[in-house]
């Protein structure tokens, strides 16, 4: 049944002025029409309609970046481990590496991902990309994921963080868990908005053999590589170090970067290797907040986005409400340049919407025009102030949150209604969080 939504103002994407009374139609799991409200009723007076007065209708979050199973880590007790640890080896070495990453099994991850797909789409989240780093809960974790993902109906990529940390047989393990896993999701296509990439570590957990290996998977099932970048100082000094060069000029010289390439964080990048981004057509997803978390610096972002590099953003997992990244997306760079111009709000709505469709390559997604498809949700728009064209992006970036989100659509189908994740108990979903945090803190203590 065709499905009129009516609001008071639609954004269609946020490189354009919100219109106001305008809305959309939507059939199946697309946009089928746009247009002034009063023309969309008075063209299909048969359709269903949704009256959204004093709405926002805007394309849903694409949150560019998550580890769902960061969410168990949440509040860890850490005797004697620096949580910080100056955002490099420290960090992963003596907290996140042996009492998070290596203590994940699958009851841990699908309880975590459960959650985590509430919440995230309570927020007005409608796509994500997840990255589990889980070396011993391998071969079959993605699978596992997959069903609690497709129960929750949100669209998503997920990947394993392939690396030779543990062992180069395991780095092989997860290469395959990932290869595996996009055949899969393409075998079932027309039944889930799940698919897979390849994806591994970093050049300091990861041999050049391995990186290349990555990319001629990638080549062959032709998909995106994903690897985290430079996230602090302490990649780009290994890089200088053990190969002479900073990351990116490695990847460069190892004949990987091009536009297959997805690189998170990009935090401490030289000249040069915002150059190399932009030249090989990289695509970047910025983290402000969990660049503060771990003290990684402020990412160059004004900068590569001058360039016209293609970018997105992600919670990493650790605020996942999109409100809160984009005003820290908006607050960040304008301390960091001393500038109140750069990084203005409806930049940082774009980056969370259709930005982050373009950085994990979706040309459907995060939009409201027709034949995209009906990722969309409604935002509270009565605010204490009057709101006109010329402000709604600084209202809703700036003075909004995720209480603020009424209803929310993935694909034509209503997965949040009135502020309610439809078929979510979320009682029983966050004691059994709590079990598995319970679980995996017990080796801490
Ligand atoms: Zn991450």
Known sequence: MPTLILPSYLITTA????????????????????????????????????????????????????????????????????QTGGGGWAFLDDFWWPLVEDALDHEMICAATDWV??????????????????????????????????????????????????????????????????????????????????????????????IKQAFALGEELDCSVHMHCNEATFEPEYALKYFGRRTLEYY??????????????????????????????????????????????????????????????????????????????????????????VMPADEVFYLATEGGARALGWDNVGRLAPGYQADLQLIDAVFPTPAAPYNLYDQLVLWRNHTHVRDVMIAGQWRVRKGEVLGADLGAMRARVHANAERMWAKVK
């Not at 106001?20 to 007076?45: C, F, Q, S």
């Not at 010289?253 to 090989?280: D, H, K, N, W, Y």
């Not at 160059?300 to 809160?324: C, H, K, W």
């Open 252 to 341: 460069d010289e190892l004949g990987v970067t091009g536009p297959r390439m997805q690189a998170s964080q990009c935090v401490q990048l030289s000249e040069r290797e915002i150059e190399i981004i932009a030249a090989r057509g990289i695509r970047v997803t910025h983290m402000p907040l969990s660049n503060c978390e771990v003290g990684g610096g402020i990412a160059p972002v004004p900068q590569m986005l001058a360039r016209g590099v293609t970018l997105g953003l992600g919670s990493d997992g650790y605020i996942n409400d999109f409100f809160e990244v984009m005003r820290e997306a908006f607050l960040i760079h304008k301390a960091g340049q001393q500038s109140t111009t």
């Open 15 to 82: 490189r354009e002025a919100p219109k106001k009374n305008w809305g959309v139609r939507v059939i199946d799991d697309r946009i089928d029409d746009i247009g002034p409200n009063d023309n969309l009723e008075a063209k299909y007076p048969d359709d269903t309609l949704i009256d959204a007065t004093d709405h926002v209708l805007a394309p849903g979050f694409v949150n560019a970046h998550v580890h769902l199973y960061g969410v168990l880590a949440h509040g860890i007790p850490l005797p004697g481990a620096d």
């Open 117 to 210: 797909c509430a919440e995230m789409v309570r927020s007005g989240i409608t796509s994500f990309y997840d990255i589990l780093e889980a070396p011993f809960a391998i071969p079959g974790a993605l699978l596992a994921q997959k069903q609690v993902v497709d129960r929750r109906g949100l669209r998503g990529t997920l990947s394993f963080e392939s690396t030779e940390r543990v062992s180069p047989e395991n780095g092989q393990i997860g290469l395959r868990e990932n290869a595996d896993f996009v055949n899969h999701c393409r075998a079932e296509r027309h039944q889930t908005l799940v698919e897979g990439l390849i994806c591994f570590h970093t050049t300091f957990t990861c041999s050049a053999e391995f």
